[in-house]
């Protein structure tokens, strides 16, 4: 079994801050890319930001120079800072971990989701 648990959504003003959290846990071998996708009511779920083992990053432009993604290996966690929110940021928020399982072997890797955190943004 593996779980990925999201904290940290809330309601904020446009402007506001959070930071989400989102921890990998149970039968883990290694954990490969993590990344945190969005999906507002009616629109399809998209990247928001992701991060290598390595520490690589990539964002959607529409968050670049506003959010940072962040992990800790050592607690298979990983961040996401969100800065200056507005509106069109309000979503769910979805953790994405690409894991391999001691199950499975080595080498292989497939996505885990977490349940999802819901961020609204108004004044």
């Known amino acids: 079994q593996v779980q990925l648990v999201e904290s940290g959504g809330g309601t904020v003003q446009p402007g506001g801050s959070l930071r989400l959290s989102c921890a990998a846990s149970?039968?883990?071998?290694?954990?490969?890319?993590m990344a945190w996708y969005r999906q507002a009511p009616g629109k399809e779920r998209e990247l928001v930001a992701a991060?290598?083992?390595?520490?690589?990053?990539n964002y959607a432009d529409s968050v670049k120079g506003r959010f940072t993604i962040s992990r800790d290996n050592a607690k298979n966690t990983v961040y996401l800072q969100m800065n200056s929110l507005k509106p069109d940021d309000a979503a769910a928020y979805y953790c994405?971990?690409?894991?391999?399982?001691?199950?499975?072997?080595?080498?292989?890797?497939?996505?885990?989701w977490g349940q999802g955190t819901q961020v609204t943004v108004s004044s």
């Open positions: 991060v290598t083992s390595g520490g690589r990053t």
């Open positions: 149970g039968s883990i071998l290694s954990i490969n890319s």
């Open positions: 994405k971990a690409e894991l391999a399982r001691p199950e499975y072997g080595a080498g292989k890797y497939f996505n885990y």
